[in-house]
């Protein structure tokens, strides 16, 4: 996860790694583009079963899909973690906020419509993780 990919900077906290521009791919090479950032500090959950909820503010066709591989990917977390994970309805208190959006989605983060930003994610203080509802 820490090396850098493919001749694109991978933007770390405001900084940019480059890598030479002359680099190659074959026909069969995986090409990925990395732009994200840490949280500062070492935020960390202070117990360690963990509630989920989805609470989206536009309808996404393939939720229901969705929520079956994130709780896949609760599954797998809990297996090689000290966490648990159980999913509560959308009404309930979650430490953990699922969510799709659009644009302005009143988090002072907006999201910039299709291609560009796909997700953000808050630290475990406010547990919410957004993902842009104009990306495929």
């Known amino acids: 996860m820490m090396k850098p990919r493919c001749g694109v900077p991978d933007h770390v906290n405001g900084s940019g790694t480059n890598l030479p521009q002359n680099h190659k791919h074959d026909y069969k090479s995986f090409e990925t583009v990395a732009h994200y950032q840490f949280i500062r500090g070492t935020p960390r959950w202070s ?67 299709f291609k560009g930003v796909l997700a953000h994610s808050l630290p475990p203080s406010v547990g919410k993780c957004h993902f842009d509802a104009d990306e495929i």
């Open 47 to 113: 117990k360690s079963h963990l509630t989920y909820a989805f609470r989206s503010s536009v309808q996404v066709p393939a939720s229901l899909h969705m929520k079956s591989v994130f709780q896949s990917a609760f599954q797998r977390w809990a297996k090689v973690s000290q966490f648990s994970f159980e999913e509560v309805p959308a009404n309930y208190y979650a430490d953990i906020v699922i969510g799709f959006h659009r644009l302005n989605h009143g988090d002072g983060q907006p999201f910039d419509g």
